[in-house]
T-cell receptor
Framework: GAVVSQHPSRVICKSGTSVKIECRSLDFQATTMFWYRQFPKQSLMLMATSNEGSKATYEQGVEKDKFLINHASLTLSTLTVTSAHPEDSSFYIC????????????FGNGTRLTVT | AQKITQTQPGMFVQEKEAVTLDCTYDTSDPSYGLFWYKQPSSGEMIFLIYQGSYDQQNATEGRYSLNFQKARKSANLVISASQLGDSAMYFCAMREGLQNAGNMLTFGGGTRLMVKP
């Protein structure tokens, strides 16, 4: 079964509004979660590393004020797309790793964001 | 420079035949892990197989096997007895650093596999 839950799976919003995406680790604690973005027919590109209790680490070219990340607990990280524009339309996917089990990264099912 | 290279953007394979998806990587870290994920059209990422840089034997998981050639820095995925449900995007990925570190993955560009009936 799924070990990383991502919500919502699809969202449509209007330009200028904000959208929050949640990523939860279901049966393990994740001090670190990763947020990826995927354009159609392209690979996953790391946006940022979410660290529990501290600031996220953003990849070069990713606007931290636009993509707000909050990792408030050991099982939840949120990505908020602020003042969304149509070019923010994409597939966003989070991942986390159960370090205790030494498992590979588990991915959420992704969120398809469409900004109209 | 690309850290993970998948040179086959798309491939066809006949049902029940085997197929090899290529992946080459570049790292100077002696500790790393290589992963293959399957992404169906629905978008979720499904973990298939893992190979650690210090693993002596090639990894196998059911119909999936990883042809790990360390000197050539290649980690090709072999799918035996292809099934129609294998049609999907396949991503090779690498984690640099020790296994117990929560390091992020770097992905290749992906290969779209299409299985013909």
């Amino acid at each position: 079964g799924a070990v990383v839950s991502q919500h919502p799976s699809r969202v449509i919003c209007k330009s200028g509004t904000s959208v929050k995406i949640e990523c939860r680790s279901l049966d393990f604690q994740a001090t670190t979660m990763f947020w990826y973005r995927q354009f159609p027919k392209q690979s996953l590109m790391l946006m940022a590393t979410s660290n529990e209790g501290s600031k996220a680490t953003y990849e070069q070219g990713v606007e931290k004020d636009k993509f707000l990340i909050n990792h408030a607990s050991l099982t939840l990280s949120t990505l908020t797309v602020t003042s969304a524009h149509p070019e923010d339309s994409s597939f966003y996917i989070c991942s986390a790793r159960d370090l205790k089990r030494g498992s590979p990264l588990h991915f959420g099912n992704g969120t398809r964001l469409t900004v109209t | 420079a690309q850290k993970i290279t998948q040179t086959q953007p798309g491939m066809f394979v006949q049902e029940k035949e085997a197929v090899t998806l290529d992946c080459t990587y570049d790292t100077s870290d002696p500790s790393y892990g290589l992963f293959w994920y399957k992404q169906p059209s629905s978008g979720e990422m499904i973990f298939l197989i893992y190979q650690g840089s210090y693993d002596q034997q090639n990894a196998t998981e059911g119909r999936y096997s990883l042809n790990f050639q360390k000197a050539r820095k290649s980690a090709n995925l072999v799918i035996s007895a292809s099934q129609l449900g294998d049609s999907a995007m396949y991503f090779c990925a690498m984690r640099e650093g020790l296994q117990n570190a929560g390091n992020m993955l770097t992905f290749g560009g992906g290969t779209r596999l299409m299985v013909k009936p």
